[in-house]
């Protein structure tokens, strides 16, 4: 399971709420993967490829890519800004 893939099982265990579509490149093992996530009324579209890492552009805004360095901190750099544009402001618990 590749991160993207992770990052979508962690946000499913999240919330019961949140729906996911979960898009792979024509070829797997390059190109760039897109998660559209739904959660509270609140959209959002993460890409994720080997080479740039994860983007989490949201409306209005550029991408913000986290360049590779540890794919475990940075899944979890990914999970928490998720959760948090997600959650608009609410206080919810992270699953980790």
């Not at 959209?43 to 949201?58: K, N, V």
């Amino acid at each position: 399971m590749n991160p993207i893939e992770q990052l979508a099982a962690r946000l499913r265990e999240w919330s019961d709420e949140v729906e996911l579509l979960l898009d792979p490149p024509q070829y797997v093992t390059r190109g760039t993967w897109f998660l559209n996530v739904s959660c509270y009324g609140n959209d959002l579209q993460i890409t994720w490829s080997a080479e740039t890492g994860f983007g989490i552009p949201r409306q209005g805004e550029n991408a913000r890519h986290w360049r590779r360095t540890l794919a475990d901190d940075q899944l979890n750099v990914a999970y928490t800004r998720a959760v948090a544009l997600l959650s608009g402001g609410r206080h919810l618990q992270l699953v980790h």
